[in-house]
């Protein structure tokens, strides 16, 4: 298993031969704090073409759609509470069945209702990002994004991307203003 830190990359496939489908999880802890709302974080999905946006609406994976048309991303269901060890929430990626028009997946985590709940990810810590071999279970990465947020109610965790026929993985651990209508907008998707 490696561990990462912010910015570098590493290839999946070329290391784990015959990788085909992998399970993307991200976790995250709340700290303490008196806003009287509870804290919803939600992990998706954005499916990106060459120019780094959605080809269409439809490959922005969320709570609101959990699979991508292809089959080759699902998302395995909203956690509301975040309670628990372990992953929060799931996304399951079949790299086999990733269309030939997507050259890159960004995995993103926002919180719901940041705004009328004045909450952010400087309110968040001990935030993780790992991929499992989902044919034995293995951990083959992880990223512990640390506690650099401060106002953000928005990251880009990590990315999943092709290089030829190879499938590599950037930490990103990029923070944005604006939640999820911010991320929305980045990528090119219609809200």
């Known amino acids: 298993m490696i ?4 910015g570098q ?15 993307v999880g991200l976790g995250w802890d709340v700290n303490k704090y008196d806003g009287g709302s509870s804290f919803d974080l939600d992990a998706s999905a954005f499916l990106l073409g060459a ?9 922005f994976i969320f709570y609101g ?19 628990g060890e372990g992953d929060d929430e799931q996304i399951r990626v079949d790299l086999a069945k990733i269309p030939a028009n997507i050259d890159k997946i960004a995995f993103t985590v926002t919180i719901y209702e940041a705004e009328e709940r004045k909450q952010n990810f400087g309110q ?11 044919s034995n279970g293995k951990e083959l990465i992880r990223y512990d994004l640390g506690e650099d ?12 991307y092709r290089q030829g026929a190879e499938w590599k993985f950037n930490a990103v651990g990029s923070g944005f203003k604006g939640g999820l209508k911010a991320l929305c907008q980045n990528y090119g998707v219609n809200i």
């Open 51 to 59: 120019n780094g946006k959605v080809t269409a609406d439809s490959d």
């Open 3 to 6: 561990n990462l830190f912010k």
């Open 124 to 134: 968040v810590s001990n935030s993780f990002i790992h991929i499992y071999d989902e």
């Open 149 to 160: 947020f401060s106002v953000e109610t928005a990251v880009v965790v990590g990315e999943l």
């Open 65 to 83: 759609k959990l699979q991508h048309d292809s089959g080759s991303v699902q998302h395995m269901g909203d956690n509301r509470t975040g309670i």
């Open 9 to 23: 990359k590493v290839n999946l496939t070329k290391d784990n031969p015959g990788l085909s489908k992998i399970l």
